[in-house]
């Protein structure tokens, strides 16, 4: 954990260029696809359904579809389904609620593991109040070479899409995550890094010198 001056100095950096540290690194390049269908969202259905087709995805031929799907009244109960062209080939159970007021962000694809092929990345709002109204479920999925996906997903903070930093030029993009903590009766944002491996999400914060805190002052 850093030190009392790694924090000043941190804080005041900061403060005088609003900017983090990792923002020096290059950032991945997604291409986006925002175009949501919505079906199934009368009472008697049960569910509401969010569809979005990315056109010549997998070898670029075959397209590429996402549904979410979400049941009234079960607000951490969801569906993830992914299908090639009209054909299923997975379906991830995902413990949040998909409604139209927070799925507003685009589906954001690029190869964020350095194993040349797409990946896929969405941020999704809780909507909460306050320090809680940054609370973002990001899910990716990591595609493997029989197409099919890893699911990763977590509970972030963030007001924007957190872009995918390059630290060391490998290809292999850190993914950086933010959560509030308290340290010595203060509050920091803290920031930590990953990467994707072996299927999970491995921490590199000793290659970087992180964790790095970032002190809450309002």
């Keep these: 954990m850093p ?6 100095l941190l804080t005041l950096a900061l403060n005088s260029f609003g900017q983090y540290p990792f923002e020096k690194y290059p950032e991945i390049n ?23 087709t990315v056109p ?5 031929k075959d397209s590429l579809s996402i549904v979410l799907t979400s049941f009234n009244g079960k607000w951490d109960s969801s569906y993830i389904t992914v299908f090639k062209n009209d ?27 350095g194993d040349k092929l797409q990946d896929i990345k969405l941020t999704v709002s809780y909507m909460g109040n306050g320090t809680a109204s940054l609370n973002t479920r990001v899910i990716y999925l990591f595609q493997h070479k029989d197409k099919k996906f890893t699911k990763i997903s977590f509970m972030d903070k963030m007001n924007d899409n957190r872009p995918e930093r390059d630290f060391n030029g490998d290809g292999n993009y850190e993914i950086i995550t933010m959560t509030l903590t308290s340290y010595q009766d203060h ?3 803290s ?7 072996n299927n999970d999400l491995v921490s590199t914060n000793n290659k970087y010198n ?9």
């Design 30 to 52: 997604y291409k986006k696809y925002k175009d949501w269908k919505v079906y199934n969202t009368n009472e008697k259905a049960g569910k509401t359904e969010f569809v979005l």
């Design 87 to 113: 054909k299923q080939l997975q379906r991830f159970f995902e413990p949040m609620f998909f409604y139209d007021t927070n799925l507003f962000e685009p589906i954001m694809l690029a190869d964020i593991n």
């Design 56 to 60: 010549k995805f997998y070898d670029k």
């Design 191 to 197: 920031f930590n890094l990953f990467n994707f491996k």
């Design 187 to 189: 509050s920091y944002w």
């Design 210 to 218: 992180y964790p790095i805190l970032i002190q809450f002052l309002y």
């Design 3 to 8: 030190n009392f001056i790694t924090l000043y």
